[in-house]
């Protein structure tokens, strides 16, 4: 197995963070802002340099279970790149963000924000799946009406709204599958990207939804484009007929074509994710992922769910690993072992043994600015540790 060198970001506001301070295009705080990578220098080069070579658009989706440390390895990967001259784009697409709090500036209003500090432009975006959802709704709506009823009318298909029913045409247009939040909101990044304004961007990284979010997403394009694929098949198909039906009993109307266009522009983006996340020439899933047997073993279901689907996926973080000398605790010495233990699973696993792994931890630390705030952190960060056990074993007392 390969081990690479990644970074790590701590949010400004987090009470661990070494960053209190707003980031400026000053270049003392641009030195201080660097991301610390944790990695020996040797490890650090690897992996890393073939990431950042080229300058062909490349995305980065970074994906993992809740609360891994997907959006901080999203910051951190994607300062490096606007640090390694890179335009770099850092996307947020899951409903819980916390992409505002890793830069500490204020990326909720849907646009793109530029992120103070690196070398070269970095962006950020957080985009609120709430929206996404409204804007399906709408597609399938027609304006003043709501549900499949007034969906087929505008259609020009309610006379066969009840035979369609048992095709589940209904579910799909009134609550809008899981994922497709996500997907739309790839779809926009897609769409901000081909506009002239935004095409400089060599980078883009996206931090996704937690796992369970992000599979159904990775299937969704396919199933959309099914469904709405049928829907306009059908139309298309019957369309003369209902009309001249119409046309007989004196009702001839025009279809609406508005929600008609508005699906088929749904179902063509749908498409260009799909072939988004499976180009392997342009994108690469990296599963981040703790140290833990429970974690393990999702990433390792998650990686198999990955290349089922045919996305391209060869890296994985292993973030929040202990650092060997911080503390001599006993607690520390049973956590430690632990993660040693799952990280011998990562070795072992017929799924993630041959994926390059990237350890980070809290205290190996390249790039800090002073060695005080080095050694702050790793006692912070163990003392955290030290809190989230003692819980976890309260817990297990308690139930
Ligand atoms: N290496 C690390 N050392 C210490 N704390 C960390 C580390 N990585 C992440 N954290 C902290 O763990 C918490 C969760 O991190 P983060 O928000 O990046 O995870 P996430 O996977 O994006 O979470 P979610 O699934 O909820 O979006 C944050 O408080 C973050 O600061």
């Not at 999203?74 to 640090?83: D, E, H, I, Y």
């Not at 990326?107 to 929206?131: D, I």
């Not at 066969?160 to 909101?185: H, N, R, S, V």
Request: charged share 25%.
């Amino acid at each position: 197995m390969e081990v690479v060198g990644y970074a790590h970001y701590l949010r400004p506001s987090h009470p661990l963070s070494l960053f209190k301070f707003r980031p400026t295009f000053n270049k003392h705080h641009i030195k201080s802002l660097q991301v610390r990578a944790i990695a020996a220098p040797a490890e650090a080069t690897v992996g890393f340099d073939e990431m950042v070579s080229g300058t062909q658009r490349k995305y980065y989706m970074l994906g993992g279970k809740g609360g891994v440390g997907k959006t901080s390895c999203a910051a951190s990967l994607a300062v490096k790149f606007a640090n390694n001259g890179h335009p770099t784009l850092v996307v947020s697409t899951d409903p819980a963000h916390s992409l505002s709090d890793s830069f500490a500036q204020d990326l909720t209003g849907g646009t793109l924000v530029p992120v103070e500090g690196p070398y070269s432009p970095l962006f950020a975006l957080e985009l609120n799946p709430e929206k996404a959802k409204e804007e399906f709704r709408s597609a399938t709506q027609i304006s003043g009406g709501s549900g499949i009823k007034d969906f087929m009318d505008g259609m020009g298909l309610g006379v066969l709204a009840e035979q369609l029913g048992e095709l589940k045409l209904g579910e799909l247009l009134d609550t809008p599958p899981p994922g497709l939040d996500e997907a739309i909101a790839i779809s926009k990044v897609m769409q901000f990207l081909e506009s002239q304004e935004y095409n400089m961007f060599t980078r883009v990284v996206f931090d996704t939804a937690p796992t369970g979010h992000t599979l159904r997403l990775l299937s969704l394009p396919d199933f959309l484009d099914k469904s709405i694929g049928k829907i306009l098949k059908l139309r298309q198909k019957i369309a003369s007929a209902t009309s001249a039906i119409k046309s007989v009993f004196g009702q001839e109307g025009t279809p609406k074509p508005d929600a008609a266009d508005k699906l088929e522009r749904l179902r063509e983006r749908m498409i260009k994710v799909r072939e988004l996340f499976r180009d392997t020439t342009s994108t690469e899933f990296i599963i981040v992922t703790i140290p833990t047997v429970m974690a393990i073993s999702e990433s390792s279901r998650l990686c198999a769910s990955l290349k089922k689907e045919d996305v391209p996926v060869k890296r994985l973080i292993a973030n929040q690993v202990l650092p060997p000398s911080a503390s001599d605790c006993k607690f520390c010495a049973m956590k430690r072992k632990d993660q040693r233990r799952a990280l011998d699973m990562i070795q072992n696993d017929q799924e993630l043994s041959s994926l390059m792994l990237g350890i980070l931890s809290g205290n190996k630390e390249k790039e800090v600015d002073t060695a005080s705030a080095n050694q702050m952190f790793s006692v912070a960060f163990v003392n955290k540790l030290h809190a989230w056990i003692m819980s976890a074993y309260l817990l297990m007392l308690l139930f």
